[in-house]
């Protein structure tokens, strides 16, 4: 179900950044949340077309090893390569979402 992989998703953020004891910064990604959900579902639908059910979630099972091992450079690299290869799928999505709310087929 995409509305359960989307909340699993923004959970799996949500409880990395708690690890910061910042509540300011756990104030700010509920905010993002609310804000682009509608493109993580967009980008949802691509990734599964693209990659199948495992492609943007081996990822973050690097990371939770990463964390679970407590090997930071680790979690460095694989939160910077996430984050970089990320960005241009969720440009693709924004235009995409953009397109389907504005340009109706």
Do not use: C, W
């Amino acid at each position: 179900d995409p509305s359960e992989l989307i909340r699993m998703d923004e959970e799996f953020h949500f409880r990395i950044a708690e690890l910061s004891n910042n509540s300011e910064l756990l104030r700010m990604l509920e905010n993002i949340n609310d804000r682009i959900r509608y493109v993580r579902i967009i980008n949802l639908d691509m990734l599964i077309k693209e990659e199948g059910d495992k492609g943007a979630l081996s990822s973050h099972r690097v990371l939770l090893n990463a964390l679970l091992t407590r090997d930071a450079d680790e979690a460095v690299g694989v939160m910077r390569n996430h984050i970089e290869k990320r960005r241009d799928q969720v440009t693709e999505a924004v235009r995409r979402a953009y397109s389907q709310l504005y340009v109706p087929a």
